[in-house]
């Protein structure tokens, strides 16, 4: 069985950096692409960051140039690094098997920004 699980959020002040980590097993983890997707309150449920098989790396705009995504194939992880952390920043970030159609999510984290 998959599982994804999150890991590094917390309360941090604008400008803060802060990094996800997502735990994964159950499965061959290199042979998969993996997401962030993050969802505020009353808002919809976003992708941010996506890293594939071969380490190509795409971002929402709203992120573009502040987080980062990588992935240790050695150790079963995915990173997200956030910079100049923003207050609508803030959100509950998920872990995706996949990227523009995920298949197993992670359970979330909870990132607050304040200002």
């Known amino acids: 069985q998959v599982q994804l699980v999150e890991s590094g959020g917390g309360l941090v002040q604008a400008g803060d950096s802060l990094t996800l980590s997502c735990a994964a097993s159950?499965?061959?983890?290199?042979?998969?692409?993996m997401g962030w997707y993050r969802q505020a309150p009353g808002k919809r449920r976003e992708l941010v960051a996506g890293?594939?098989?071969?380490?190509?790396?795409n971002y929402a705009d709203s992120v573009l140039g502040r987080f980062t995504i990588s992935r240790d194939n050695a150790k079963n992880t995915v990173h997200l690094q956030m910079n100049s952390l923003k207050p609508e920043d803030t959100a509950i970030y998920y872990c995706?098997?996949?990227?523009?159609?995920?298949?197993?999510w992670g359970q979330g984290t909870q990132v607050t920004v304040s200002s």
């Open positions: 159950g499965s061959v983890f290199s042979m998969n692409a």
């Open positions: 890293i594939t098989t071969s380490g190509t790396t």
């Open positions: 995706t098997r996949g990227i523009l159609r995920p298949d197993y």
